[in-house]
């Protein structure tokens, strides 16, 4: 079994590829995302995990953070191959969030801690990047948030 500190960098390193946002040569907002399988319900979900989505506060406001995200969500499809997104958020997030697309799930995710599995504490979101639905049911990520 791997140590918290294995466990951590392990998390780290799972966000393979990260969208930076420039400005005058300088990186104003990213994104990190990780491609990961999921059990939603009774399915098996590939999704790309959605993650460090940061904009600098001197640059907020300005669509950098939208522009991380669309460049985030077009990498997911075009070179993770995934069908969906999903993402954890702060409640003070989610009406931004959902101004991009994307929704909350409406049933419980269960994530991995040091402690063991618990409720994910933050709010859930995925969003379709095709023509396919979210499946219902309980949702299990199996590892540490990203």
């Known amino acids: 079994m791997p140590t918290p500190e294995e466990e951590t960098e392990r998390a780290i390193q799972a966000k393979a590829q990260h969208m930076l946002i420039p400005e005058n040569g300088i990186a104003v907002s990213s994104a990190g995302l990780a491609k990961h399988s999921v059990a939603a319900g009774k399915r098996l979900v590939t999704v790309a995990g959605i993650g460090g989505v940061l904009t600098r506060p001197d640059c907020r406001g300005r669509g950098f953070g939208q522009i991380a995200m669309q460049k985030a969500e077009e990498f997911a499809q075009r070179s993770l191959v995934t069908n969906f997104g999903l993402l954890f958020c702060r409640t003070e997030m989610c009406a931004w969030y959902e101004w991009l697309g994307w929704s909350q799930i409406s049933e419980p ?38």
């Open 109 to 146: 995710a269960w994530i991995d801690q040091r402690e063991g599995t618990i409720r994910a504490p933050l709010v859930v979101m995925t969003k379709g990047f095709g023509e396919k639905r979210w499946p219902s049911g309980v949702v299990w990520l199996g590892c540490f948030p990203w």
